[in-house]
T-cell receptor, first 111, second 115 residues
Framework: SQQGEEDPQALSIQEGENATMNCSYKTSINNLQWYRQNSGRGLVHLILIRSNEREKHSGRLRVTLDTSKKSSSLLITASRAADTASYFC???????????FGKGTLLTVNP | GAVVSQHPSWVICKSGTSVKIECRSLDFQATTMFWYRQFPKQSLMLMATSNEGSKATYEQGVEKDKFLINHASLTLSTLTVTSAHPEDSSFYICSGNPGGPDTQYFGPGTRLTVL
């Protein structure tokens, strides 16, 4: 079952602005991952944050994790038109490394 | 990074026929592979977990007799959609895990259209 819920469902910004997407989940996790998917394409892994980490950076990406609130956020700074895609969070909470995906946020960056 | 391929990338078939989708890990051994289905504008839904040499574990609501999964080697898993119907039209994505709690490696997906 889908336990991740992203908000907003859709976000439209101008190039150069920052984009923040949030993800909430319901059960305990080992780690939380963020993926990007361009329309009709496969998934691109962006970043993984473990349950004992609170913040992680990778280039223009910053991810936070609050296990007490069971939530995470993905910040993309200085957005570019090429960042236009759907973004999904996915939680790994059990054995066998199964991922449960959220519903995703469709980000549109206007040039 | 690790690469997972899928074949075919897209397929169109007639209702009632069966379609086989291959998922290969090209540069690592995947002890576990996962199959997901994604309907338009929706998220990925896990269908089944495939372990090499053993029977697949299906998620609730997924018909194991309709979606046959074979994981015969550490680099190949196949998903066969039997007696396909238009409602099976979807984007099917596989992923491989080389072992350990970190990143899964996703294939590029297969778009199935059943007429």
């Amino acid at each position: 079952s889908q336990q991740g819920e992203e908000d907003p469902q859709a976000l439209s910004i101008q190039e150069g602005e920052n984009a923040t997407m949030n993800c909430s989940y319901k059960t305990s996790i080992n780690n939380l991952q963020w993926y990007r998917q361009n329309s009709g394409r496969g998934l691109v892994h962006l970043i993984l944050i473990r349950s004992n980490e609170r913040e992680k950076h990778s280039g223009r990406l910053r991810v936070t994790l609050d296990t007490s609130k069971k939530s995470s956020s993905l910040l993309i700074t200085a957005s570019r038109a090429a960042d236009t895609a759907s973004y999904f969070c996915a939680t790994d909470g059990g054995s066998n490394y199964k991922l449960t995906f959220g519903k995703g946020t469709l980000l549109t960056v206007n040039p | 990074g690790a690469v997972v391929s899928q074949h075919p990338s897209w397929v169109i078939c007639k209702s009632g026929t069966s379609v086989k989708i291959e998922c290969r890990s090209l540069d690592f051994q995947a002890t576990t592979m996962f199959w997901y289905r994604q309907f338009p504008k929706q998220s990925l839904m896990l269908m089944a977990t495939s372990n090499e040499g053993s029977k697949a574990t299906y998620e609730q609501g997924v018909e194991k007799d309709k979606f046959l999964i074979n994981h015969a080697s550490l680099t190949l898993s196949t998903l066969t959609v039997t007696s396909a119907h238009p409602e099976d039209s979807s984007f099917y994505i596989c992923s491989g895990n080389p072992g350990g709690p970190d990143t899964q490696y996703f294939g590029p997906g297969t778009r199935l259209t059943v007429l």
